[in-house]
């Protein structure tokens, strides 16, 4: 689990919609919501070899109602140790939200090369299975 205001997507996340920040113990720690469900927002970091990295492109540009099919086409990418992509993602714990961003290592840092997807209901789902086992 990573810190989402250490992450590319975290100025998208809070300002969304169905997103709040409730500050906890004695407002020393922040928690982050998906309103729709009540439940807590998690960030991670998933890194990615260059083939499986562009499997993350096409997946992420794909429609969701195709995803899965296209997922066993293609193949499910498979995270690396230590990749060239980098995915940001951001989900609810019932995962109804996530928000998604791809960024590649290039000159000693890392770039999106992807516009951030954001999804809710069933869509966030599909797109949670896609990545997350």
Known sequence: MEFINNMEVANALYQSPCIEVKKTFFGLKKDVLYTQTNSIVRGLFLEYDCCNGRR??????????????IARKIGY?????????????????????????????????????????????????????????
């Open 56 to 69: 993350v492109e096409i997946l992420l540009s794909s429609p969701w109602e195709s995803l899965e099919a």
């Open 77 to 133: 990418p498979v995270p690396a140790d230590n990749g060239m992509y980098c995915l940001s993602m951001c989900y609810s714990c019932d995962h109804r939200f996530v928000m998604m961003q791809l960024s590649r290592y290039i000159e000693f840092d890392y770039h999106p090369v992807s516009s951030i997807r954001t999804a809710e209901g069933d869509e966030a789902e599909a797109l949670f299975k896609a990545f997350v086992k």
